[in-house]
């Protein structure tokens, strides 16, 4: 394990039981709280992401445009929100996916991103990794190509890592549990 990896784990907060009984929730806040850690992280982002031609990264809601935007920023690259749906004011494409219970729909601008256009997506955590072959479908209708995805935090325990290389094979998370 990297320092990095190291201190990001030493300063998540677990919390047993959020948002329902069973779930450990990764409390990503005190991240956030600590600024060196947080221009860390983006700049370690940076670093992984800087020679893969990226022309777009898109964050998925709300975590996920925390850093997303930052790394874009960093690449001077433009970033795109995927948002929950209803949020979003304009025209939008959605996509329903199913969750353990019940469904969620996520949605993105019908003009964010341009035909051909390489996308990286970043969410703060990779779980069962539904949520973000929701955010790489929403990239393919919208015309664009999953350059990768990237997280600050992997449960690779849960395999989601392997439904996502129907995508792309390029994945990176800041650290592992
Ligand atoms: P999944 O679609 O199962 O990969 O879940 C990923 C999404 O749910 C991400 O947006 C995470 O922020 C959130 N999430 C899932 N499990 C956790 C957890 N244990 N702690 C914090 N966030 C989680």
Redesign the pocket.
């Known amino acids: 394990m990297n320092n990095l990896e190291l201190q990001i784990k030493n300063t998540i907060r677990d919390v047993p039981d959020f948002p329902k009984p069973g779930?450990?929730?990764?409390?990503i806040t005190p991240l956030l709280s600590d600024v060196q850690l947080s221009k860390s992280i983006t700049d370690s982002l940076a670093a992984f992401w800087q020679n893969s031609n990226l022309d777009v990264i898109v964050g998925?809601e709300s975590?996920?445009f925390m850093w997303g935007h930052s790394l874009a920023q960093q690449l001077e690259v433009p970033f795109v929100p995927i948002r929950k749906k209803g949020k979003l004011p304009a025209e939008s494409h959605s996509f329903e996916y199913d969750l353990e219970y019940g469904s969620a729909e996520i949605e993105i601008h019908k003009d964010a991103i341009i035909g051909g256009q390489n996308v990286l997506i970043h969410?703060?955590?990779?779980?069962?990794?539904?949520?973000?072959i929701g955010a790489a479908e929403l990239v393919k209708i919208s015309g664009g190509k999953v350059g990768g995805f990237s997280f600050i935090v992997e449960?690779s325990f849960?395999s989601?890592r392997d439904k996502l290389e129907a995508y792309s094979n390029q994945m990176h998370a800041l650290s592992t549990y």
Do not use: E
Request: no cysteine; proline share 0%.
């Open positions: 779930i450990i929730f990764k409390d998925i975590r996920g969410d703060d955590l990779l779980a069962t990794g539904g949520t973000a449960l849960l989601g």
